[in-house]
């Protein structure tokens, strides 16, 4: 029996790579694991920080292997729909939820697995323009079009494609994930206009790959113009088989591998652990021993971009990068645009309120474009008078660069406002002794716009329910 722990640093490339490594009994005898940390950088590494690494031209170019956000790696060119989920302006349409297969370790949410619904990012999709309304929303260049499987409903596939191309014109770039090699459908979807699609060969087929109905349906969509690859996660104990996937896939000509971080959701936590995966830690989604795998892949020269992209990616970049590129879009002159993405403003309820933003242009020299009034707003019952309309103004907080909050009660204004009911005590009784007096006229103060907040956790409450989704 061995027991100990310890450290050490790989190279690949002449970058270095920290791991700690220790014992773990399995099946009564002592196995030595390794678990990568992270990079080496030393105070004399001159390097750039990660960014956007790959080029925006060729899908080919001179193989190297660069590090990415979060963990990940690629040797090789990225296809172009990675570059645009980098840049958070590649729209999820999920198109159904309906699938002929049952991976153990499909994400996909209870909400939607073996269900026909459609989803644009995170929105319920009922009609064409809901789609087309997310993708101006996001100012989207293009599309990854997933499911379950997209071929199981070609024909709205296919109309989505000829929709959005319409819309966005032919550089719009589509792209599709599938199992399926089925010739009249992949014919339909290049009549449509698809630009690339990506087969999932299922991890039985990874190690015979050459002799699959794969070989047909990858020459048949090349033939047609479309760019082909595969996408398949990464299982750790299936590592030689995956070998000879990517080595197939370099000799037939295939444009790119990714290996996706197999992780756990809330969907297939139970098979997960039937299967005897775990988390590699508390903080992360992803399957333990999975990225040392992908730097012993990504180690090797291969004849096609191999790239690994890691959960934290998806959440820590991806994710983030779409919601910042949304807030940009919908945010208003005086909304301040925070790092996450959500927008913060000051908010001045009241009634005629034209008066008091004239006074704060004239008295306090606050610029007239960093404010406006909204007509639409309602006031909440208060606890003296029945509903009544009033109006807000909605104003940056302080200057364009500085976005810091500020608080300020007027002390001027038409009328007073009335106290709000507090959500508890709704529907008893006002006690007087704990009233306390309200300050005459419209209060001031920062606070997060509702809409956007209310926004942000449904997109992060699907986010949580199904993470294949930003694949």
């Not at 950088?41 to 193989?63: E, F, I, M, Q």
Request: hydrophobic share 35%.
């Amino acid at each position: 029996m061995e027991i100990g722990c310890g450290a050490r640093i790989r190279e690949f490339d002449g970058r270095r790579y920290f791991y700690f490594w220790h014992y773990e009994r399995d099946n009564g005898r002592s196995t030595r694991k390794e678990d990568y940390v992270g990079r080496v950088r030393l105070p004399c590494d001159r390097r750039p920080a990660v960014g956007n690494l790959y080029p925006t031209s060729s899908l080919r170019r001179g193989v190297r292997l660069e590090e990415r956000p979060y963990g990940g790696f690629a040797r090789g060119a990225l296809p172009v729909g990675c570059r645009q989920c980098t840049d958070g302006s590649k729209m999820v349409l999920f198109v159904t939820g309906i699938c002929s297969f049952h991976c153990f370790y499909c994400p996909v949410s209870d909400e939607k697995m073996y269900k026909d619904v459609v989803f644009a990012d995170e929105k319920r999709v009922t009609r064409d323009e809901d789609v087309l309304e997310e993708a101006h929303a996001i100012r989207a260049t293009g599309a990854g079009i997933t499911g379950g499987d997209p071929l199981d409903a070609v024909e709205r596939t296919c109309h989505y494609i000829r929709l959005l191309k319409h819309e966005f014109g032919p550089k719009f770039h589509t792209h599709l994930y599938t199992m399926s090699t089925d010739a009249d459908k992949i014919r339909m979807l290049a009549e449509a206009g698809l630009d690339e699609i990506r087969f999932h060969v299922p991890p039985g087929l990874w190690s015979r790959a050459d002799g699959s109905a794969f070989v047909g349906a990858s020459r048949l969509a090349r033939s047609l113009d479309l760019t082909v690859g595969i996408e398949v996660p990464l299982i750790p104990e299936r590592e030689p088989d995956l070998v000879r996937l990517i080595e197939w896939a370099g000799a037939e000509g295939l444009a790119f591998v990714n290996l996706n971080e197999m992780e756990f959701s809330e969907a297939n936590f139970p098979r997960m652990k039937v299967h005897g995966y775990a988390m590699k830690h508390e903080l992360s989604y992803g399957v333990k021993g999975a990225d040392v795998v992908a730097l012993r892949i990504l180690e090797r020269r291969w004849k096609t971009t191999v790239h690994y992209c890691t959960s934290g990616y998806k959440d820590g970049w991806q994710l983030r990068s779409r919601i910042k590129r949304r807030a940009e879009n919908v945010a208003h002159p005086w909304d301040v645009i925070t790092e996450d993405g959500t927008l913060l403003k000051g908010i001045v309820e009241g009634a005629d309120l034209e008066p008091l933003m004239r006074d704060l242009a004239n008295t306090y020299h606050v610029p007239t474009d960093l404010m406006g009034v909204d007509a639409s707003r309602k006031s909440r019952r208060s606890f003296t008078g029945p509903r009544s309309s009033s109006r807000s103004i909605r104003l940056r907080t302080a200057s364009r660069s500085s976005g810091l909050g500020w608080r300020r009660r007027t002390r001027r204004a038409p009328q007073s406002i009335p106290r709000r009911r507090s959500p508890r005590s709704r529907g008893t009784a006002a006690n007087p002794a704990r009233q306390t007096a309200q300050p005459p006229g419209p209060c001031i103060k920062p606070r997060f716009d509702s809409g956007a907040i209310r926004e942000l956790d449904r997109e992060a409450s699907r986010r949580d329910q199904d993470r294949a989704d930003r694949t």
